[in-house]
């Protein structure tokens, strides 16, 4: 598997989309790019059944781990993005960490007045509010299988995709 792995989770609003841009347009090279959000609503209708939502959970899972399957020698980069909560992806990151031989992992870990703060600022805005966030909010819900950098909300934009670069041997 040759392609490098670039993992960004977080809670909504917290960032990575932002940076995820930053990279592709930076690295401008062969990037293959899933987020989560476009599975979850290109793939499934989101519906607040129990059974569902593991249902749902489990073919975003399967339909990343395929896409990944097929780009590792395709592409130069994978850029996966996405809330992730731990405890329902634990399985496709233990997966991704045995096949992957370069798998650099960051974690947005900003308060829920801060990823709200940042949620108003994006076009997003209009499609869910802060009463939506608080159901989906986790507060520090850190990877145990992946060694995550983690984001705070004093790195700017700028400082955060510099070490990224660097983390993946990459220069601006």
């Keep these: 598997m040759s392609a490098k792995v670039i993992i960004l989770r977080g809670n909504s609003g917290s960032g990575k989309s932002t940076i995820s841009n930053a990279l592709r347009e930076i690295l401008d090279k062969n990037i293959l790019y899933i987020e989560q959000d476009m599975l979850k609503i290109y793939l499934t209708k989101i519906k607040n059944d129990e059974n569902f939502m593991a249902k749902r959970n489990s073919l975003i899972q399967g339909s990343i781990l395929t896409l990944i399957d097929w780009g590792c020698n395709e592409f130069d980069y ?95």
């Design 78 to 172: 994978i850029i996966i993005d996405g809330i992730f909560k731990s405890n329902h992806y634990t399985n496709m990151f233990n997966i991704i960490k045995e096949k992957f031989s370069y798998v650099y992992a960051y974690y947005f870990d900003l308060s829920f007045e801060e990823t709200v703060k940042r949620h108003q600022t994006r076009a997003k805005s209009k499609e869910f509010d802060a009463d939506d966030m608080s159901e989906w909010f986790r507060e520090k819900d850190y990877l145990t299988q992946i060694k995550e950098k983690i984001i705070t909300k004093e790195q700017s934009k700028e400082e955060i995709v510099a070490m990224i670069l660097a983390d993946i041997g990459e220069s601006i």
